[in-house]
């Protein structure tokens, strides 16, 4: 069993920043994904940014430049540093790992993140 648990979200104005935090713990494999995905009111989930293992990434268009994700392997954690936020960011932010072990994706509770002036 794997699980994910996050921290991090909250309110912040335009412009300012935020840092997510993730840990995962149970039999996870080492090559494996992580990352966040993000799903706003009356939307779909969609991917904000991933990270393998062996440290490539993946961004959505509209959050590359203003986001960083990164992680550690030896800890088993995934952050996301997201700068220049903007009202468009509001969202509930998801964990998320993939397996390459058990072949099965993990999902975190989800934190809220909330910009506004």
């Known amino acids: 069993q794997v699980q994910l648990v996050e921290s991090g979200g909250g309110l912040v104005q335009p412009g300012g920043s935020l840092r997510l935090s993730c840990a995962a713990s149970?039999?996870?494999?080492?090559?494996?994904?992580m990352g966040w995905y993000r799903q706003a009111p009356g939307k779909a989930r969609e991917l904000v940014a991933t990270?393998?293992?062996?440290?490539?990434?993946n961004y959505a268009l509209s959050v590359k430049g203003r986001f960083t994700i990164s992680r550690d392997n030896a800890k088993n954690t995934v952050s996301l540093q997201m700068n220049s936020l903007n009202p468009g960011d509001t969202a509930v932010y998801y964990c998320y790992l993939h397996s390459f072990l058990s072949t099965a994706d993990y999902w975190g509770q989800g934190t809220q993140v909330t910009v506004s002036s």
């Open positions: 149970g039999i996870i494999g080492s090559i494996n994904i």
């Open positions: 990270m393998t293992s062996g440290g490539g990434t």
